[in-house]
Protein backbone atom coordinates (compact mmCIF):
# COMPACT_ATOMS: atom_id res chain seq x y z
CA UNK A 1 0.00 0.00 0.00
CA UNK A 2 1.23 2.94 -0.85
CA UNK A 3 1.99 5.24 2.24
CA UNK A 4 1.01 8.99 2.34
CA UNK A 5 4.09 11.36 1.50
CA UNK A 6 4.03 14.88 2.74
CA UNK A 7 6.97 17.07 1.62
CA UNK A 8 7.87 19.78 3.47
CA UNK A 9 8.27 23.18 2.32
CA UNK A 10 9.51 25.75 4.46
CA UNK A 11 6.10 28.02 5.04
CA UNK A 12 8.02 31.30 4.29
CA UNK A 13 7.96 30.53 0.37
CA UNK A 14 5.25 32.58 -0.88
CA UNK A 15 4.43 31.00 -4.41
CA UNK A 16 3.14 34.03 -6.55
CA UNK A 17 4.16 32.79 -9.48
CA UNK A 18 2.74 29.37 -8.90
CA UNK A 19 -0.20 31.10 -8.30
CA UNK A 20 -0.20 32.91 -11.97
CA UNK A 21 0.34 29.91 -13.82
CA UNK A 22 -2.52 28.14 -11.99
CA UNK A 23 -4.55 31.16 -12.78
CA UNK A 24 -3.55 30.47 -16.34
CA UNK A 25 -4.24 26.38 -16.17
CA UNK A 26 -7.20 27.62 -14.92
CA UNK A 27 -7.94 29.54 -17.92
CA UNK A 28 -7.30 27.46 -20.09
CA UNK A 29 -9.38 25.10 -19.14
CA UNK A 30 -12.09 27.58 -18.72
CA UNK A 31 -11.72 27.82 -22.59
CA UNK A 32 -11.59 23.95 -22.97
CA UNK A 33 -14.97 23.08 -21.10
CA UNK A 34 -15.79 25.49 -17.93
CA UNK A 35 -17.90 27.67 -20.39
CA UNK A 36 -21.08 26.69 -18.61
CA UNK A 37 -19.42 27.42 -14.82
CA UNK A 38 -17.63 30.96 -15.95
CA UNK A 39 -20.57 32.14 -17.74
CA UNK A 40 -23.13 31.10 -14.38
CA UNK A 41 -20.36 31.45 -11.87
CA UNK A 42 -18.67 34.68 -12.16
CA UNK A 43 -16.74 33.90 -8.67
CA UNK A 44 -15.06 30.92 -10.65
CA UNK A 45 -13.06 33.75 -11.96
CA UNK A 46 -12.79 36.00 -8.73
CA UNK A 47 -8.84 37.05 -7.61
CA UNK A 48 -5.83 34.91 -7.23
CA UNK A 49 -5.32 33.73 -3.78
CA UNK A 50 -1.71 34.84 -2.07
CA UNK A 51 -1.27 31.92 -0.18
CA UNK A 52 1.79 29.93 1.22
CA UNK A 53 3.34 26.32 0.66
CA UNK A 54 2.34 24.55 3.80
CA UNK A 55 3.65 21.26 5.22
CA UNK A 56 1.00 19.16 4.52
CA UNK A 57 1.41 19.45 0.79
CA UNK A 58 0.10 15.20 -0.76
CA UNK A 59 2.65 14.41 -3.58
CA UNK A 60 0.37 12.58 -5.68
CA UNK A 61 -1.18 14.35 -8.93
CA UNK A 62 -3.50 16.99 -8.49
CA UNK A 63 -7.16 16.21 -10.33
CA UNK A 64 -7.70 18.79 -13.09
CA UNK A 65 -9.97 21.48 -12.23
CA UNK A 66 -12.32 21.09 -14.55
CA UNK A 67 -13.00 17.67 -12.81
CA UNK A 68 -12.94 19.11 -9.18
CA UNK A 69 -15.39 21.90 -10.19
CA UNK A 70 -17.92 20.26 -12.27
CA UNK A 71 -18.48 16.80 -10.33
CA UNK A 72 -19.90 17.83 -7.27
CA UNK A 73 -21.92 17.09 -4.25
CA UNK A 74 -23.94 19.83 -3.18
CA UNK A 75 -27.87 19.12 -2.38
CA UNK A 76 -28.37 22.47 -2.03
CA UNK A 77 -28.27 23.11 -6.07
CA UNK A 78 -29.68 19.64 -6.55
CA UNK A 79 -29.15 15.94 -7.08
CA UNK A 80 -26.92 15.36 -9.68
CA UNK A 81 -23.24 15.58 -9.97
CA UNK A 82 -23.44 18.20 -12.21
CA UNK A 83 -26.11 20.45 -11.16
CA UNK A 84 -24.24 22.32 -8.37
CA UNK A 85 -22.07 23.84 -11.76
CA UNK A 86 -24.75 24.60 -13.56
CA UNK A 87 -27.64 26.04 -11.30
CA UNK A 88 -25.42 27.78 -8.25
CA UNK A 89 -24.85 30.99 -10.76
CA UNK A 90 -27.02 33.12 -8.62
CA UNK A 91 -25.56 32.22 -5.66
CA UNK A 92 -23.92 35.34 -4.14
CA UNK A 93 -21.22 34.47 -1.50
CA UNK A 94 -19.63 38.25 -1.23
CA UNK A 95 -20.44 40.06 1.53
CA UNK A 96 -20.04 36.61 4.05
CA UNK A 97 -20.03 36.23 8.02
CA UNK A 98 -19.49 33.74 10.12
CA UNK A 99 -21.70 33.41 13.49
CA UNK A 100 -19.38 31.63 15.58
CA UNK A 101 -21.20 31.00 19.62
CA UNK A 102 -22.08 28.59 22.08
CA UNK A 103 -19.65 27.32 24.85
CA UNK A 104 -17.09 29.58 24.15
CA UNK A 105 -15.61 33.00 26.05
CA UNK A 106 -15.58 34.95 23.55
CA UNK A 107 -18.36 34.32 20.67
CA UNK A 108 -18.36 36.89 17.91
CA UNK A 109 -19.48 37.49 14.36
CA UNK A 110 -16.14 36.85 11.76
CA UNK A 111 -16.42 38.82 8.31
CA UNK A 112 -14.56 36.55 5.77
CA UNK A 113 -12.66 39.14 4.32
CA UNK A 114 -10.82 39.94 7.89
CA UNK A 115 -10.31 36.01 8.60
CA UNK A 116 -8.33 36.00 5.62
CA UNK A 117 -6.17 39.39 6.43
CA UNK A 118 -5.58 37.86 9.94
CA UNK A 119 -4.95 33.89 9.19
CA UNK A 120 -2.09 33.59 6.64
CA UNK A 121 -4.09 31.06 3.85
CA UNK A 122 -1.94 27.99 3.14
CA UNK A 123 -2.20 26.12 0.18
CA UNK A 124 -2.43 22.41 0.90
CA UNK A 125 -2.84 19.29 -1.22
CA UNK A 126 -5.31 16.87 0.45
CA UNK A 127 -6.35 13.25 -0.63
CA UNK A 128 -10.55 13.46 -0.82
CA UNK A 129 -12.93 10.59 -0.39
CA UNK A 130 -16.21 10.28 -1.01
CA UNK A 131 -18.65 7.79 0.55
CA UNK A 132 -19.50 6.50 -2.99
CA UNK A 133 -16.24 5.59 -3.15
CA UNK A 134 -14.82 7.96 -5.41
CA UNK A 135 -11.64 10.07 -4.74
CA UNK A 136 -9.77 13.52 -5.96
CA UNK A 137 -5.92 15.00 -5.19
CA UNK A 138 -7.27 18.94 -4.26
CA UNK A 139 -5.04 21.88 -4.00
CA UNK A 140 -6.78 23.35 -1.48
CA UNK A 141 -6.40 27.18 -0.02
CA UNK A 142 -7.01 27.70 3.77
CA UNK A 143 -6.27 28.50 7.23
CA UNK A 144 -6.92 25.53 9.96
CA UNK A 145 -9.99 25.44 11.70
CA UNK A 146 -7.87 25.47 14.95
CA UNK A 147 -6.79 29.44 14.54
CA UNK A 148 -10.37 30.16 14.40
CA UNK A 149 -11.53 28.00 17.83
CA UNK A 150 -8.25 29.82 19.53
CA UNK A 151 -9.71 33.05 19.12
CA UNK A 152 -13.31 32.53 20.78
CA UNK A 153 -11.97 30.44 23.38
CA UNK A 154 -13.93 27.20 23.66
CA UNK A 155 -14.99 26.72 27.48
CA UNK A 156 -13.29 23.83 29.23
CA UNK A 157 -17.01 21.82 28.93
CA UNK A 158 -16.84 22.03 25.30
CA UNK A 159 -16.63 18.86 23.43
CA UNK A 160 -18.12 19.46 20.36
CA UNK A 161 -18.30 21.50 17.41
CA UNK A 162 -21.55 21.98 15.31
CA UNK A 163 -21.60 23.48 11.38
CA UNK A 164 -24.27 25.17 9.62
CA UNK A 165 -24.74 25.89 6.00
CA UNK A 166 -26.52 29.11 5.03
CA UNK A 167 -30.23 28.54 4.45
CA UNK A 168 -31.09 30.78 1.25
CA UNK A 169 -33.61 28.90 -1.27
CA UNK A 170 -34.35 31.84 -3.67
CA UNK A 171 -30.32 31.07 -4.71
CA UNK A 172 -30.11 27.54 -4.18
CA UNK A 173 -32.88 25.81 -6.17
CA UNK A 174 -32.16 22.42 -4.08
CA UNK A 175 -33.43 23.70 -1.13
CA UNK A 176 -36.88 24.95 -2.58
CA UNK A 177 -40.10 22.76 -2.01
CA UNK A 178 -39.93 21.38 -5.57
CA UNK A 179 -36.54 19.65 -4.97
CA UNK A 180 -37.09 18.57 -1.44
CA UNK A 181 -34.02 16.44 -0.68
CA UNK A 182 -32.54 16.73 3.02
CA UNK A 183 -33.64 18.46 5.90
CA UNK A 184 -32.16 22.39 6.00
CA UNK A 185 -29.94 23.70 7.15
CA UNK A 186 -26.94 21.34 5.98
CA UNK A 187 -25.21 20.49 9.49
CA UNK A 188 -21.91 18.67 10.39
CA UNK A 189 -20.02 17.95 13.58
CA UNK A 190 -16.51 17.05 14.60
CA UNK A 191 -15.22 16.26 18.02
CA UNK A 192 -13.25 19.50 19.47
CA UNK A 193 -10.01 17.46 18.91
CA UNK A 194 -11.03 16.54 15.88
CA UNK A 195 -11.73 20.18 14.59
CA UNK A 196 -8.15 21.55 16.52
CA UNK A 197 -6.34 18.76 14.82
CA UNK A 198 -3.63 20.69 12.54
CA UNK A 199 -5.24 18.62 9.20
CA UNK A 200 -8.94 20.35 9.82
CA UNK A 201 -8.56 22.96 7.59
CA UNK A 202 -11.42 25.63 6.22
CA UNK A 203 -11.13 26.56 2.79
CA UNK A 204 -11.46 29.57 1.08
CA UNK A 205 -10.23 28.83 -2.58
CA UNK A 206 -8.78 25.67 -4.45
CA UNK A 207 -6.09 26.05 -7.56
CA UNK A 208 -5.65 29.69 -6.09
CA UNK A 209 -8.41 30.76 -6.76
CA UNK A 210 -11.32 31.84 -4.29
CA UNK A 211 -13.80 29.30 -3.82
CA UNK A 212 -16.12 28.30 -6.53
CA UNK A 213 -19.49 28.11 -5.69
CA UNK A 214 -20.26 24.64 -6.48
CA UNK A 215 -17.46 23.78 -4.23
CA UNK A 216 -18.85 25.36 -1.31
CA UNK A 217 -17.72 29.28 -1.66
CA UNK A 218 -17.13 31.60 0.34
CA UNK A 219 -15.78 29.12 2.94
CA UNK A 220 -16.20 25.02 3.61
CA UNK A 221 -14.33 22.56 6.02
CA UNK A 222 -12.11 20.21 4.91
CA UNK A 223 -11.85 16.75 6.70
CA UNK A 224 -8.99 14.62 4.90
CA UNK A 225 -9.64 11.77 6.68
CA UNK A 226 -13.13 11.68 6.71
CA UNK A 227 -15.85 10.91 4.12
CA UNK A 228 -16.56 13.83 1.74
CA UNK A 229 -20.12 14.31 3.36
CA UNK A 230 -18.22 15.53 6.84
CA UNK A 231 -17.23 18.69 4.74
CA UNK A 232 -19.97 20.82 5.05
CA UNK A 233 -19.88 23.93 2.43
CA UNK A 234 -21.06 27.85 2.81
CA UNK A 235 -20.31 28.08 6.46
CA UNK A 236 -22.83 30.60 7.96
CA UNK A 237 -22.35 29.38 12.26
CA UNK A 238 -20.12 27.31 14.06
CA UNK A 239 -21.26 26.02 17.53
CA UNK A 240 -19.47 24.92 20.46
CA UNK A 241 -21.28 22.47 22.56
CA UNK A 242 -20.81 19.77 24.95
CA UNK A 243 -23.12 17.32 23.37
CA UNK A 244 -23.01 15.16 19.81
CA UNK A 245 -24.73 16.81 17.48
CA UNK A 246 -26.92 15.30 14.77
CA UNK A 247 -25.47 15.54 11.73
CA UNK A 248 -27.29 15.81 8.40
CA UNK A 249 -26.52 12.25 6.87
CA UNK A 250 -27.02 10.55 10.01
CA UNK A 251 -29.98 12.04 10.13
CA UNK A 252 -31.18 11.02 6.70
CA UNK A 253 -30.33 7.27 7.33
CA UNK A 254 -28.46 6.56 10.33
CA UNK A 255 -27.74 2.93 9.14
CA UNK A 256 -25.75 4.29 6.57
CA UNK A 257 -24.16 6.93 7.63
CA UNK A 258 -22.44 7.71 11.26
CA UNK A 259 -21.01 10.76 13.56
CA UNK A 260 -17.36 9.97 12.85
CA UNK A 261 -17.25 9.08 9.32
CA UNK A 262 -13.35 8.21 9.44
CA UNK A 263 -12.63 6.69 5.75
CA UNK A 264 -12.31 2.77 6.78
CA UNK A 265 -11.93 -0.01 4.02
CA UNK A 266 -12.85 -2.58 5.96
CA UNK A 267 -16.23 -1.42 7.04
CA UNK A 268 -18.73 -1.46 4.02
CA UNK A 269 -21.34 0.47 3.48
CA UNK A 270 -24.87 -1.65 3.31
CA UNK A 271 -24.75 -0.88 -0.42
CA UNK A 272 -21.53 -1.13 -1.54
CA UNK A 273 -17.67 -1.86 -0.22
CA UNK A 274 -15.35 0.48 1.19
CA UNK A 275 -12.39 -1.31 -0.10
CA UNK A 276 -11.27 0.48 -2.93
CA UNK A 277 -11.88 4.12 -5.02
CA UNK A 278 -11.82 5.00 -8.62
CA UNK A 279 -9.96 8.52 -8.83
CA UNK A 280 -12.39 10.93 -10.89
CA UNK A 281 -10.35 12.84 -14.06
CA UNK A 282 -8.31 9.60 -14.45
CA UNK A 283 -9.32 7.55 -17.64
CA UNK A 284 -8.79 4.19 -18.33
CA UNK A 285 -11.02 1.05 -19.12
CA UNK A 286 -12.99 -0.96 -16.44
CA UNK A 287 -11.00 -1.43 -13.11
CA UNK A 288 -7.29 0.55 -14.32
CA UNK A 289 -8.20 3.53 -12.19
CA UNK A 290 -9.69 2.06 -9.01
CA UNK A 291 -7.00 1.91 -6.06
CA UNK A 292 -7.46 0.36 -2.50
CA UNK A 293 -9.14 2.75 -0.50
CA UNK A 294 -6.19 3.62 3.02
CA UNK A 295 -6.75 3.66 6.35
CA UNK A 296 -8.04 7.15 7.22
CA UNK A 297 -7.79 8.07 3.96
CA UNK A 298 -3.66 7.95 4.32
CA UNK A 299 -3.49 10.02 7.11
CA UNK A 300 -3.20 7.16 9.79
CA UNK A 301 -0.05 8.07 10.99
CA UNK A 302 -1.18 11.96 11.88
CA UNK A 303 -4.99 10.87 13.00
CA UNK A 304 -5.33 7.46 14.43
CA UNK A 305 -4.27 8.10 17.74
CA UNK A 306 -7.43 10.17 18.08
CA UNK A 307 -9.45 7.36 18.62
CA UNK A 308 -7.52 4.66 20.39
CA UNK A 309 -9.71 2.07 22.14
CA UNK A 310 -12.40 3.11 19.91
CA UNK A 311 -14.18 0.16 18.17
CA UNK A 312 -14.25 1.76 14.95
CA UNK A 313 -16.82 -0.44 13.13
CA UNK A 314 -19.27 0.11 15.71
CA UNK A 315 -18.40 4.47 15.82
CA UNK A 316 -18.67 4.36 11.94
N1 LIG B 1 -23.84 22.04 2.54
C1 LIG B 1 -23.42 20.92 1.94
N2 LIG B 1 -22.15 20.53 2.12
C2 LIG B 1 -21.71 19.39 1.52
C3 LIG B 1 -22.57 18.58 0.73
C4 LIG B 1 -23.91 19.04 0.56
O1 LIG B 1 -24.74 18.41 -0.12
N3 LIG B 1 -24.29 20.21 1.17
N4 LIG B 1 -22.09 17.40 0.16
C5 LIG B 1 -20.92 16.77 0.83
C6 LIG B 1 -20.36 15.66 0.08
S1 LIG B 1 -21.24 14.20 0.10
C7 LIG B 1 -19.13 15.72 -0.52
S2 LIG B 1 -18.42 14.34 -1.25
C8 LIG B 1 -18.38 16.99 -0.59
C9 LIG B 1 -18.03 17.30 -2.04
O2 LIG B 1 -17.22 18.44 -2.13
P1 LIG B 1 -16.73 18.96 -3.57
O3 LIG B 1 -17.96 19.04 -4.44
O4 LIG B 1 -16.08 20.26 -3.35
O5 LIG B 1 -15.78 17.92 -4.10
O6 LIG B 1 -19.12 18.09 -0.06
C10 LIG B 1 -19.83 17.79 1.14
N5 LIG B 1 -20.39 19.02 1.69
MO1 LIG C 1 -19.69 12.51 -0.56
Excluded at 6 to 14: F, Q
Excluded at 135 to 152: A, E, K
Excluded at 247 to 275: C, I, L, M
Excluded at 278 to 303: C, K, M, S
Aim: glycine content about 8%.
Amino acid sequence: MSKLRLTKIPASEITPFSVYLKRREFLTGAAAGLGMAVMAGKTALAEPLQSTKSDYVLDEKLTPLKDITTYNNFYEFGLNKSDPVNLSGGFKPKPWAIEVDGMVNKPGTFDIETLIKDFPLEERVYRMRCVEAWSMVIPWDGFQLSHLLDRVEPLASAKYVVFETVVRPSQMPGQSGLFQSLNWPYIEGLRLDEARHPLTLLAVGLYGETLPNQNGAPIRLVVPWKYGFKGIKSIVRITLTDKQPLNTWKATNSQEYGFYANVNPEVDHPRWSQASERRIGEGGFFGANRRPTLPFNGYADQVASLYSGMDLKVNY
